[in-house]
């Protein structure tokens, strides 16, 4: 066994913890006054300039607001409600984003990182804006380099950089080398002078861009861009095509041609698709705030709805932080008193100690304040501190008798190597203790100094310390929250297999009774991935090795989703489709991770998983209803341009139709919930359903205005066949609202019943029919529109399933 030994220094006294004052407060006053500052705006969220304009500036707004100034020109009002529907969708849509806004600038100040700086002699935490050029910066485990500076102070300091430079060791730091924003602290302390702040700090561009809250760059707002690009395609030529036929064919009364033309024009707009889409992201981020959920990529609540399998760290995401010693275990006759000064020396040599080192601070209070000096006192005067790669952590002690004892805590698998000859009994008590969740490490004493590269080697074990770990209450819930929604949980934790194993049965993971030890994990990709779809328990994994786990199930096809909370986990988070850091976790893995639960709770998961699934279940449901009628309003186009007969609708009826059968519907069905598990190929099955089902209802409706044609004469017949048309297309958009609408429940069925009634009050109401124009004449013309749309409805039901029995989604 390898690694990169460190040692804190060979003085026989520990370096004073104050030997650099920092900046002080003069001095910051005078960089702050020279503009000397770390000004790098950290935005979880866009400006308010940018929601209003990006709502307001859009491409179909354009062609909207332009066709609304006509009819305002050309009269009558009522023709123009679909410009006050757009000015409602593009208001919703701002204030929705704002209360986003809102929420997430409120949950970026509770998730921001603090870093620790020196002024005056005193250490305190600030906001990373107000680091000034000159501070010293102090750094421990986790912590994040925030700016570029230079190492004052080491204590064993190793720093990860891979996320900069891709170089997968950490690097040993030493006073006077150079530290790099966006690196982060794997192992030891220190503390550096900062050199370069702002915008001229080597991470400052990438870390703003990546904190920015962000509605672009998923997989669901491309595929809609994708289909508005189609839209707008099919748009331009077959709107030309109108203006020109319907100006020939009302050649005396150029007003009715120009209000048929903005008619056939308007339906072709999916103009509330983008809306609904940025509403329900909106309310997502809503839903989730209230749960103390940060969403520091808005993608990512999409994104974790398309997982399939979630690896779990287990200390601090199945486990609570803290730990407590239930027992310590002398071998080979050693005293307890001894071992109780040692591993309270041990606890008091390291600065910053994890919550392993904390459960034995607490319990062994014996040697805490060791490094003061007091008489009787074991002092530790070379360190050697822990790594999630190592795995164990070490101190070179002074007695009181001028004697010097080097020790080694960690885990017992990796001081110790297997088939020690004299560990038969012991090596069966720790399986034991293993096999019952408890963490075991052992206390060992060598004779080696700490920076021999294999130090561990020839260690004579001295006690087993027992930690009981915590469980989180709200785990066996979460992960069975998961099985049921077909996503496989998979442990992966640097502990002991056969502990983390016992941990995850006592939640009820499937899988746990045979936890896999990674060490003897094949290396290569393929084999990987197979032995990680076999099992569900991994132990005894290096920050690299998750890493790589991740990659080999990404290689799968699988959409991986990472937790974890330690400096150990961010090389996976990092890499994971969706990365999920608990809000206590290092300022390494908040930084990293696009979800951040603040509260700490492993419950909200499920949360984030039910709203990704409801925005993206629902947007398809809505898209197809948004191109059903863009696919019907060009259909009936193009039909009416080569027949050269006026456009059966005023925009009047089209917005009355949109209205219910699309704009209400959809808001309430893109806000519901909804479990499916997102799948690929968002475009293709939205075109494969509304493209086949758009052809249909605009055949339907222009047979039914060619037979009124034929049947109605004299001087009101126009109104009268643009009637019958206009019942058939609302009986048939009725039933795709239908179709989309299932599986029904009581509120879809009084949704669809609501919308039809509305219809029937407008049919009904003498005032309604004058303003919509909507009068059916006769009995016998209405009653073969209404035998056309049941005709077409029952070839839209063939079709989708149809559609649903070759795996298309219609529903």
């Known amino acids: 066994m390898t690694h990169q030994a460190q040692v804190d220094t060979s003085e026989p006294d520990p370096p004073a913890r104050t030997a650099h004052p920092g900046l002080t407060s003069a001095e910051v006053a005078e960089r702050v006054a020279r503009g000397e500052v770390n000004d790098v705006p950290v935005r979880s969220s866009r400006s308010t300039a940018d929601i209003v304009r990006a709502n307001v500036f859009t491409r179909f707004n354009a062609i909207i607001g332009v066709l609304f100034l006509i009819i305002l020109v050309v009269g009558p009002i009522q023709d123009g409600l679909f410009g006050f529907v757009i000015v409602a969708n593009t208001a919703i849509g701002i204030i929705q984003e704002l ?81 790099m924003s966006g690196s982060f602290v794997v192992a030891g302390g220190g503390a ?8 001229e700090a080597y991470a400052a561009q990438l870390a703003e861009e990546a904190s920015r809250f962000t509605l672009v760059h998923s997989e669901l707002r491309s595929g809609i861009s994708q289909i508005l690009k189609y839209v707008t395609w099919m748009m331009v030529p077959t709107a030309i095509g109108l203006i020109i036929s319907q100006l020939v064919v009302e050649e005396d009364d150029w007003r009715e041609a120009v209000r048929r033309m903005v008619g056939g024009i308007v339906p072709m707009v999916p103009e509330g698709l983008v809306l609904l889409t940025s509403v329900a992201f909106a309310i997502g981020v809503i839903r989730l705030g209230r749960k103390q959920c940060l969403v520091q990529e808005l993608p990512a609540i999409e994104g974790l709805a398309r997982v399939d399998v979630v690896c779990l760290d287990k200390t601090g995401t199945l486990t609570e932080g803290g730990m407590d010693v239930t027992e310590l275990r002398p071998l ?6 001894e071992l109780r000064q040692v591993l309270g020396a041990l606890g008091a040599a390291d600065p910053r100690p994890n919550a392993s080192l904390q459960a034995i601070i607490d319990a062994f209070p014996d040697g805490h304040g060791a490094d003061t000096g007091a008489d009787g006192r074991l002092r530790p005067v070379a360190t050697l501190p822990f790594s999630s790669a190592r795995k164990y952590s070490g101190a070179t002690l002074h007695g009181p008798d001028s004697q010097r004892t080097t020790w080694l805590l960690g885990a017992p698998d990796v001081l110790l190597p297997d088939g020690d000859p004299a560990g038969g009994e012991r090596d069966a008590g720790i399986e034991e203790l293993n096999a019952q969740g408890l963490r075991v490490l052992l206390l060992a004493r060598t004779d080696r100094p700490l920076d021999d590269p294999e130090v561990a080697e020839g ?51 499937p899988g746990a009774e045979a ?17 990680l779809e076999r099992g569900a328990v991994f ?90 009628k863009t696919v019907y309003s060009v259909l009936l186009a193009l039909l009416v341009v080569c027949s050269q007969v006026p456009y059966p609708f005023l925009p009047r009826h089209l917005t009355l139709l949109s209205t219910l059968t699309i704009g209400v519907p959809a808001f309430f069905l893109a806000l519901a919930p ?27 409706t222009f047979l039914s205005y060619l ?70 004449v006769g009995t016998e013309m209405p009653w073969t529109a209404v035998g056309i749309a049941v005709a077409a409805s029952a070839l839209l039901e063939v079709v989708w399933r149809r559609i649903a029995a070759n795996g298309g989604r219609a529903s």
């Open 515 to 531: 936890p896999v030890d990674a060490r003897k994990l094949p290396a290569a990709p393929e084999a990987m991935a197979a032995e």
């Open 332 to 337: 080979a006759g050693g005293d307890r008193a």
């Open 707 to 776: 037979v009124a044609r034929h049947h109605y004469r004299g001087e009101d017949a126009l109104d009268a066949e643009t009637s019958a048309a206009t019942l058939t297309l609302f009986l048939i958009a009725m039933w795709v609202l239908a179709i989309i609408a299932r599986p029904y429940t009581w509120w879809r069925v009084g949704l669809v019943l609501t919308m039809a009634l509305g219809f029937v009050i407008v049919l009904v109401t003498p005032w309604l029919q004058d303003f919509f124009a909507l009068r059916l």
């Open 674 to 700: 909804n479990k499916e598990r997102a799948k690929p190929r968002f475009v293709r099955r939205v075109m494969r359903y509304s493209i086949p089902v758009g052809l249909i209802a605009g055949t339907a």
């Open 192 to 199: 550096f002078t900062a050199t370069k702040v702002g915008r």
């Open 459 to 509: 260690a004579r074990p001295a006690a087993l310390v027992v930690l009981e770990q915590r469980l989180r209450p709200d785990a066996a819930d979460t992960l069975r929250y998961f099985a049921d929604q077909d996503v496989d949980a998979k442990v992966i934790s640097g502990d002991n297999a056969v502990s983390v194993g016992a941990v995850a049965g006592k939640l009820g993971l």
């Open 539 to 628: 132990g005894r994994v290096t920050p690299q090795q998750k890493r790589d786990m991740v990659g080999a199930l990404q290689s799968r096809g699988h959409n991986v989703a990472m937790t974890g909370d330690g400096v150990n986990d961010v090389l996976a988070l990092k890499d994971a489709d969706i990365g999920v850091s608990m809000g206590s976790g290092s300022e390494a893995t908040r930084a990293v991770a696009q979800i951040v639960l603040l509260d700490n709770s492993f419950a909200t998961l499920p949360s984030v998983v039910a709203e990704g699934r409801r925005v993206i279940g629902n947007i398809e449901r809505v898209a197809n209803l948004f191109l059903v």
């Open 99 to 179: 209360r986003a806004k809102k929420t997430l600038d409120s949950l970026a100040v509770i998730g921001e990182a603090k870093p620790t700086v020196r002024r005056d002699g005193t250490a305190a935490e600030i906001p990373t804006s107000g680091i000034v050029l000159g501070d010293l910066v102090e750094l421990g485990p986790g912590d994040k380099v925030v700016v570029d500076g230079e190492v004052t102070e080491a204590d064993g300091l190793e720093i990860d950089e891979s996320l900069l430079t891709g170089e997968a060791d950490p690097v040993l730091k030493q006073p006077g080398d150079p530290v």
